[in-house]
């Protein structure tokens, strides 16, 4: 069998995988990006761009609704139209035009599924069941991502539930929907299908929605899906689930007191989180352990293996499961196997997220608690978005809390949390601060432009001030 020589096996060319392959390309190496899908990736076709594509309409709705001028019981949703929309952002789930970006940027196709086999050895298996071996002469970067993780319910191996792909992909709209899981995917599907038309119900097995952020993000989310007609369950655990006679799906939920209540809907969406991809690709050939996140340091090597000829970066090395995060891996990667000295700055945990519900969640850096967890003397300013002057501007309801943390040893912002219609757009500047460690002195001779959201900025800073810190004196 032939072995094809090369610099780089990407294996993966997902939003992450083509990043980093294009990297080294663009370095001049020869490159291979390996993958059994779509070029582009979970991002391009079943995520990102679908479910924010979702959520559109509805958050669209809603602003005509906040407008007292409009009348807004004239306006609905053309459901055809609507879907025609999602599947554009997916490109109808071609990927020709990231084929041809792949390789105008210099990097190799090839399809199938690949394994490791040794030290800088990748075999594939291509659609027709061809083998292909490659060999890198300088490095194996795995982007092979994520898949769904499944929680221990009885039955659920015998029902056919949605997971986040089918959710972003049906055809149409159930009557009813059951999702089991208060994450990112489980809010941001309960709301667009709700919107769409399906009665929705969202179980959470924790006591708060979007959990690992600050409390009353949870809280203010809750109240906005409750509002909005969906029914939300918390602290409650789904036991089983079963198919009946005509295709719905039973489930049997325990809340919290020891109550049982049954759910049915037509489909019932699977979002609890996340594993990495890595079940078969080979990894025990390489001493890893198949199944798990790859370990990697601050220049995307694995730890665990010698010489420094692997990379994993995005989802696969389990530390920050976005795609903004994987493809900032990716270039750090890239960088680094070809002889720069690039590495992540993780001493700084600037790590945004963006949830694009309606109310908009945008975080990043360190919750309250995370923080005092650290060690860190920290305080807290908090204000409602809907007391700004453009709040005024964008119709009635306008609301959310906004918050910053702050490490009062270093004056800097190490977190920051905003709720509320548009709040996505906002998180660049909280992240430039936390990754610059801009000091607070400094922030506050950042003027906002009025009537703008970012006035919210001058607002925390006020809020500051007032609890006792002097802007003028540091």
């Not at 780089?8 to 390309?25: C, H, P």
């Not at 078969?280 to 790859?294: H, K, Q, R």
């Not at 992540?344 to 109310?359: D, G, H, K, L, W």
């Not at 909280?430 to 001058?458: D, Y």
Request: proline content about 4%; overall charge negative.
């Amino acid at each position: 069998m032939v072995t094809t020589n090369c610099d780089v096996v990407v294996i993966g060319a997902g939003a992450v995988g083509e990043n980093a392959a294009a990297g080294a390309a663009r370095e001049g190496l020869s490159v291979v990006a390996v993958e059994a899908e779509l070029v582009g990736g979970e991002c391009s076709y079943w995520a990102c761009m679908p479910s924010k594509t979702l959520l559109n309409p509805g958050k669209l709705l809603e602003m005509v609704r906040r407008e007292p001028g409009i009348d807004s019981s004239r306006v609905g949703f053309d459901i055809r139209e609507v879907l025609a929309r999602r599947d554009g952002a997916a490109a109808n789930w071609d990927d020709a035009g990231q084929v041809s970006w792949l390789e105008k940027e210099g990097v190799a196709l090839q399809r199938g599924w690949a394994r490791l086999d040794g030290e800088r050895r990748v075999t594939v298996v291509d659609p027709d069941g061809e083998h292909h071996d490659f060999e890198a002469e300088i490095a194996v970067v795995i982007a092979s991502g994520s898949t769904p993780r499944y929680p221990d319910i009885e039955g659920l191996d015998e029902v056919d539930t949605w997971d986040s792909r089918d959710a972003t992909s049906a055809e149409s709209v159930p009557d009813s929907l059951i999702v089991i899981g208060g994450g990112v995917v489980g809010a941001e599907m309960a709301q667009a299908w709700n919107w769409l038309g399906a009665s929705v119900t969202l179980v959470q097995s924790s006591p708060l929605l979007l959990a690992t952020e600050e409390p009353f993000v949870g809280e203010e989310l809750r109240a906005a899906l409750e509002q909005q007609g969906i029914r939300v369950l918390t602290d409650a655990d789904t036991e089983s689930v079963e198919e009946r006679a005509d295709g719905s799906v039973l489930a049997r939920v325990r809340l919290f007191g020891e109550e049982v209540v049954e759910l049915e809907a037509d489909e019932v969406l699977i979002a609890t989180g996340r594993r990495a991809r890595t079940t078969d690709l080979g990894l025990e050939t390489i001493g890893l352990e198949p199944g798990e996140f790859i370990e990697v340091d601050r220049h995307m090597q694995a730890t665990a293996v010698p010489d420094g000829w692997l990379y994993a970066v995005g989802d696969v090395n389990g530390k920050a499961l976005f795609t903004h995060m994987g493809k900032y891996q990716a270039r750090i990667a890239a960088a680094h196997l070809t002889g720069a000295s690039s590495a992540a700055v993780s001493e700084i945990p600037a790590v945004p997220r963006a949830i694009f519900t309606s109310p908009e969640v945008a975080a990043v850096g360190l919750t309250e608690a995370q923080a005092r967890d650290a060690g860190i003397d920290v305080a807290t300013v908090s204000h409602d978005i809907g007391r700004l002057a453009a709040a005024t501007t964008l119709g009635e309801g306008y609301s959310g809390t906004c918050q910053l943390v702050i490490d009062r040893a270093r004056q800097v912002v190490v977190g920051a949390t905003f709720v509320g219609p548009r709040t996505s757009e906002l998180i660049h500047a909280a992240t430039i601060s936390i990754a610059g460690e801009v000091p607070l002195a400094r922030l506050w001779h950042a003027v906002p432009a009025f009537p703008t959201l970012s006035e919210i900025w001058l607002r925390l800073l006020e809020a500051y001030r007032d609890s006792g810190w002097d802007p003028y004196s540091t």
